[in-house]
């Protein structure tokens, strides 16, 4: 899946503090699904910003799921 | 003259500037003091003590003091017509005036935002700087609008980060600029002269609160 407007999203998702486990769990299950494959998108898309980085890893703590390497932020800063 | 009011949820630093506008026998025609709300706040909480000396200084002062629980509150558009308040400033951490309150005042209302503007909007602003590398921190003034950090830009005051921690730089800017502007931008409103906005031509992005895994990389 190729997302247009990869800023917007992310800003609707950072805005509304989606990663928060309690509001994460509200959401349907197709809500669900999307946000994740955003999120593996964000991932796996090399034009990382390191805001991108930073809300992988808050969905990180709140899933419980591991995205991200440590070692790879540190090459990437 | 312009009447001036103040928005306030540090009482410690409004009780600093009033100290530095009452050297030039000015003061706030009303300041509005409301606590901080989010938890993560309490750290950086002034405590009971901080509202008891602002309410002692007020008396002392003849300013009117008026407690809120928030400050997007009727009472404030009431009290700012009553009184024909146009401007304000603010030492606000984390409430979002609305519209109403913005139009409230006519010549708008100033605050201080802790990072370098137009390039660091929003949350962490000085820690996202240092994240990427950049050679500056620093604080800058802007006219409140509507958005996050996008009003107009009056001040901006910059140090350079080169070695120096996080907190040596946030302690820097605090001691060295962040009321003194606050002062700065008061006689201007008071006594009507113009206000240097800069332009800017480019939206930045907006940057949010940082996880502890990237804060780690600052020191």
């Keep these: 899946m190729v997302y247009k407007d990869v800023e917007s999203f992310f800003l609707f998702l950072e805005r509304n503090r989606l990663f928060i486990k309690k509001k994460f769990d509200r959401l349907s299950k197709r809500q669900k699904s999307r946000i994740l494959q955003f999120i593996v998108y964000l991932n796996d898309n090399k034009k990382k910003d390191i805001r991108y980085i930073n809300l992988i890893l808050k969905f990180e703590s709140a899933l419980k799921k591991k995205f991200i390497s440590i070692h790879k932020i540190k090459n990437k800063l | 003259m312009n009447k001036i009011a103040c928005f306030t949820q540090r009482p410690l630093q409004t009780i600093i500037l009033m100290y530095l506008i009452g050297k030039k026998n000015y003061n706030f025609d009303v300041i509005f003091y409301s606590p901080l709300k989010k938890k993560s706040f309490n750290k950086k909480n002034e405590g009971a003590f901080g509202l008891k000396s602002l309410e002692y200084q007020c008396k002392i002062a003849g300013v009117r003091l008026i407690k809120l629980k928030n400050l997007n509150s009727v009472k404030v558009i009431q009290i700012s017509k009553k009184y024909k308040i146009n401007s304000a400033l603010a030492f606000i951490a984390d409430t979002i005036l609305n519209s109403k309150i913005l139009n409230c005042f006519k010549k708008g209302i100033y605050l201080t935002h802790g990072g370098v503007l137009p390039n660091y909007r929003g949350v962490d602003a000085n820690k ?18 509507k958005g996050v950090d996008t009003g107009k830009i009056v001040f901006v005051k910059k140090i350079i980060n080169y070695n120096k921690t996080h907190k040596q730089i946030e302690k820097e800017i605090y001691y060295k600029f962040k009321i003194y502007l606050y002062e700065k931008i008061f006689l201007l409103l008071k006594l009507n002269k113009k206000i240097p906005f800069k332009k800017v031509h480019k939206k930045f992005p907006q940057y949010f609160e940082m996880v502890n895994e990237l804060s780690k990389f600052i020191r």
Excluded: E, P, T, V
């Excluded at chain 2, 996202?128 to 609008?145: E, H, R, T, Y």
């Design chain 2, 128 to 145: 996202w700087a240092i994240l990427k590398g950049s050679k500056f921190s620093g604080i800058s003034l802007i006219k409140l609008d």
